[in-house]
């Protein structure tokens, strides 16, 4: 989220980071409430628990998502496991035999996708619309994404009744 400043004075500063600050705290919690929607308008519902490291052991599914406008920019990213996945697959997809990486990749990338897109829907009453790229989508092992150190980023866990969703909202 890009302020100008035409004061180098300490107080415009620190009222410009105040300002960031609350607008980042308000989309996190557009992330919240849009991550709840969105899981229980596929039957998982999902409890929150903000911060953590996300740490999957064994196979796991990743989705990052990109956005950009003029004011703002960043990345959605969702953690899982397969587990979670499978039960979020759509009915054509249950049916078949075996998950192959690709299917479970395409479906998580595709809630990435969703839940981007319910929170710009969000955003427009703040008149911000950013672009929206292609989820890049990964299936790996033992996933350990540590804790954000810079800009504006926050974990979220989400429990479901198998494993946990993680959830981190980049902004910039």
């Keep these: 989220m890009k302020t100008k400043m035409t004061d180098d004075s300490p107080d415009l500063l620190m009222s410009s980071l105040t300002k960031r600050a609350a607008d980042f705290v308000e989309i996190e919690a557009y992330v919240i409430t849009c991550v709840g929607d969105l899981f229980e308008a596929y039957g998982m519902p999902v409890e929150h628990a903000s911060g953590g490291v996300a740490e999957l052991a ?12 003029d004011r703002v920019r960043g990345a959605l990213l969702l ?26 990749r395409d479906v998580l990338g595709e809630f ?3 839940l981007l897109g319910r929170v710009k829907n969000q955003l427009l009453r703040h008149a911000l619309s950013p672009f929206l790229s292609t989820p890049t989508t990964i299936f790996g092992a033992d996933l350990k994404l540590p804790a954000p150190t810079s800009g504006m980023s926050v974990w ?3 429990s479901t009744a198998s494993d946990d969703i993680f959830v981190r909202f980049d902004a910039t």
């Design 58 to 69: 064994g196979p796991s599914v990743m989705a990052v998502i990109g956005y950009a406008s």
């Design 156 to 158: 979220h866990t989400f």
């Design 112 to 114: 990435a996708n969703m």
């Design 79 to 104: 953690l899982t496991s397969p587990t979670v996945v499978m039960a979020l697959r759509p009915p054509e997809a249950v049916m078949r035999a075996g998950v192959p990486e690709d299917v479970l």
